[in-house]
T-cell receptor, first 115, second 115 residues
């Protein structure tokens, strides 16, 4: 079955280190998204991509970067991890249908702790 | 700008009782609305979505939601709660932000089922 996976599922790192979270989907979806989930804030969009070599900033993109070299993967990099980036990170993908009814499918999440 | 507000961060019902989770939206254009469910330590799963085809939308696991334009609401209901319904529920609206279509999430409602 097609799916979307994230790795690692749990990560502990130290302030100032570079961290990369992986996201891989096998649906051949055009669109991919990264969100962070924090108590009281729901899910907030970090970065998104509408196709290979396309990347865009979301509402909370400071301190994060992404690159899209193929359809299946959208890794999220924290250039210099900060304690404020302790969160649960979700990757999502969608087909890229025209209009607003495109459904996003979510991965299982990565819990990141920055000490 | 499009947004959603979920009324009540925590809802508790008895097993077999009616489940009602409230969501109000704000949108300057006809909205596309979604309900997602998140079980513990998992990603988000689509329950149902409103795409203007019908105001009463049926989803998975016996849930349904009714779009009421006059009340700007999209409340989620289930006639009889099961223990397995315990989870966090997110309402979302598809919004045009910076020229691209994205999901904007509410803060979530945690549903607890009492035996």
């Amino acid at each position: 079955d097609a799916e979307i996976t994230q790795s690692p599922r749990h990560k502990i790192t130290e302030t100032g280190r570079q961290v990369t979270l992986a996201c891989h989907q096998t649906w051949n979806h055009n669109n991919m998204f990264w969100y962070r989930q924090d108590l009281g804030h729901g899910l907030r969009l970090i970065h998104y991509s509408y196709g290979v070599h396309d990347t865009n900033k979301g509402e909370v993109s400071d301190g994060y970067s992404v690159s899209r070299s193929n359809t299946e993967d959208l890794p999220l990099t924290l250039e210099s991890a900060a304690s404020s980036q302790t969160s649960v990170y979700f990757c999502a993908s969608s087909r890229g249908l025209a209009g607003s009814t495109d459904t996003q499918y979510f991965g299982p999440g990565t819990r990141l702790t920055v000490l | 700008a499009q947004s959603v507000t979920q009324l009540g961060s925590h809802v508790s019902v008895s097993e077999g009782a009616l489940v009602l989770l409230r969501c109000n939206y704000s949108s300057s254009v006809p909205p596309y609305l979604f309900w997602y469910v998140q079980y513990p330590n998992q990603g988000l799963q689509l329950l149902l979505k409103y795409t203007s085809a019908a105001t009463l939308v049926k989803g998975i696991n016996g849930f349904e939601a009714e779009f009421k334009k006059s009340e700007t609401s999209f409340h989620l209901t289930k006639p009889s709660a099961h223990m397995s319904d315990a989870a966090e529920y997110f309402c979302a609206v598809s919004a045009l932000i910076q020229g691209a279509q994205k999901l904007v999430f509410g803060q979530g409602t945690r549903l607890t089922i009492n035996p």
